[in-house]
């Protein structure tokens, strides 16, 4: 993901309400960072493929297993009847 902020319009537009340059800058620049902390730490909680992968093949696995269990129970229960 692309981060986009136009630090210069933040700028110009914190120049126009009477802030000096240096301040001006400043904010400008840890508006910037914060963003791409945010945005940083939203992709570190995103699911990988990887994850996606594995929690699909467990899942296969779980439904097998199952599936061979319920088998099984209407196969004894078939016998009993």
Do not use: C, H, P
Not at 66 to 79: D, E, N, R
């Amino acid at each position: 993901m692309v981060l986009n902020i136009d630090t210069l319009s933040i700028y110009e537009r914190l120049k126009n309400v009477n802030l000096d340059e240096n301040q001006a800058k400043e904010i400008s620049q840890i508006l910037k960072d914060n963003a791409k902390n945010i945005i940083d730490q939203q992709k570190e909680e995103l699911a990988t493929k990887d994850d996606l992968s594995s929690t699909k093949v467990e899942l296969i696995k779980w439904v097998a297993g199952m599936l061979v269990a319920q088998a099984a129970i209407v196969a004894t229960l078939v016998k009993l009847l």
